[in-house]
């Protein structure tokens, strides 16, 4: 916490841009400005940090908002707890009437924290875009040691949002009216555990249970609620398999296979069945990395071969990787796998070239490149060796005549 704090500390006396840290749940830890007080209550904070979430952003991915009339602020994630949020800034000063009539209706703010806000915003810095991000890439340069490429800030343009305050109170009175509550954290909670430990058993059994409660609401249709529910569900649950032990760019790329499924579906009763879906899905891949029962060793072997399997893999590599010799780690790989570490990557780019010569139209000569093959002769022959086919003939008729 020391190291953030004295970190945000020289950022502000470099910059000026005012910034604070928060918590998960809104609470200000923290805060570098020349508000005497600030304005914005704990949930205007609480929105930003779930807004950063629904994103699916991470500590190397943050966000940039675009807000009436013309302000920025940015949300970097520090740690599992912990979030950066900087601005309200602008290039351009506004007028105390642009800002009354900008924030005047909101019941986001009291009158006496609305004037605090428009007296800090005129004597803000102006920022401009660039500027708010250079500022971004800095600070996580500082806090994770890795400089990130502009290109990877969000930039959401909330211009558009109908104020939140209004609807915020009108949906407490119908709460308040019909209360039934929300789907509580101890389902999601429950879900998340059985996938991060592969009971694909027990979640199918848990999974069939009726829910008690209601979800939030997102959108007044019914369909793109859907879409927004299973779209936060997925985010968690494929946060769970990666704690259970699945590789983290597969688990991702997973979810967001199944984001872009849900979001052309036209029918609730597809998207309902996705949610059972995804759940089991990830559920069986953690089981089926615990069966095998690998080592962390070899488990990072892996997860690297699965992310690089298009590139020049060599002992060394993995070596490296582990901090173990080139024999040892050969060694209890093959021990663990079955397999001797060539034997595995050519195992692995046979299944990605059956795909290819299913399913796509690449040649033979760009498939034997993307796998890494010095020649397309020699992929051919190590892909007939497996299957009993040359690459052709696969393409042809895809079925294994010999797995020798």
């Not at 962390?296 to 071969?305: E, F, G, M």
Request: hydrophobic residues 35%.
């Amino acid at each position: 916490m020391e190291q953030y704090q004295s970190i945000c500390q020289h950022l502000y006396d470099a910059t000026q841009i005012p910034a604070l840290l928060v918590a998960q749940d809104g609470h200000v830890v923290d805060e570098w400005s020349r508000f005497s007080k600030n304005p914005v209550p704990e949930y205007g904070f609480k929105m930003a940090v779930q807004d950063f979430e629904l994103q699916k952003r991470d500590a190397l991915h943050p966000v940039i908002f675009h807000i009436k009339p013309g302000y920025l602020f940015a949300v970097a994630k520090l740690d599992a707890q912990l979030y950066w949020v900087t601005g309200l800034v602008s290039p351009v000063h506004r007028s105390y009437e642009e800002i009354f009539a900008a924030y005047g209706q909101e019941t986001l703010f009291t009158p006496e924290a609305l004037r605090a806000l428009a007296t800090g915003l005129l004597n803000s810095p102006l920022v401009t875009l660039p500027q708010l991000k250079s500022a971004v890439c800095l600070l996580l340069c500082l806090v994770h040691g890795t400089m990130i490429p502009e290109e990877d800030i969000l930039l959401c343009n909330d211009e558009d949002r109908l104020p939140i305050g209004r609807p915020f109170q009108e949906a407490l009175f119908h709460v308040r009216e019909c209360p039934e509550a929300h789907i509580t954290t101890q389902l999601e909670n429950r879900i998340a555990a059985l996938v991060a430990a592969g009971n694909t058993e027990e979640l199918a059994r848990y999974l069939r249970k009726p829910e008690q409660g209601k979800t939030g609401k997102m959108s007044d249709d019914p369909l793109r609620q859907l879409k927004y529910n299973f779209v936060g569900y997925v985010t968690v649950i494929s946060r769970a398999a990666i704690k259970g032990g699945m590789d983290e760019e597969e688990a991702l790329t997973l979810s967001d296979l199944y984001c872009q499924r849900v979001d052309v579906m036209t029918q609730a009763i597809d998207i309902l069945r996705t949610f059972y879906e995804v759940s089991m899905d990830f559920c069986r891949k953690v089981e089926q990395g615990s069966r095998g029962g690998y080592s962390p060793t070899v488990q990072k072997c892996l997860h690297y071969i699965s992310r690089h399997l298009h590139e020049n893999i060599r002992t060394e590599h993995l070596a490296l990787l582990t901090g173990l010799s080139s024999k040892t780690v050969a060694e209890r790989f093959r021990q663990e796998t079955g397999y001797s570490i060539s034997d595995y990557l050519h195992a692995e780019r046979v299944e990605e070239a059956k795909y290819l010569l299913r399913y796509t139209e690449y040649s033979l000569a760009e498939i034997s490149g993307f796998l890494n093959y010095a020649s397309q002769s020699y992929f051919t022959k190590i892909f007939r060796d497996r299957t009993g086919q040359t690459p052709q003939q696969y393409r042809d008729c895809p079925q294994e005549l010999t797995n020798s």
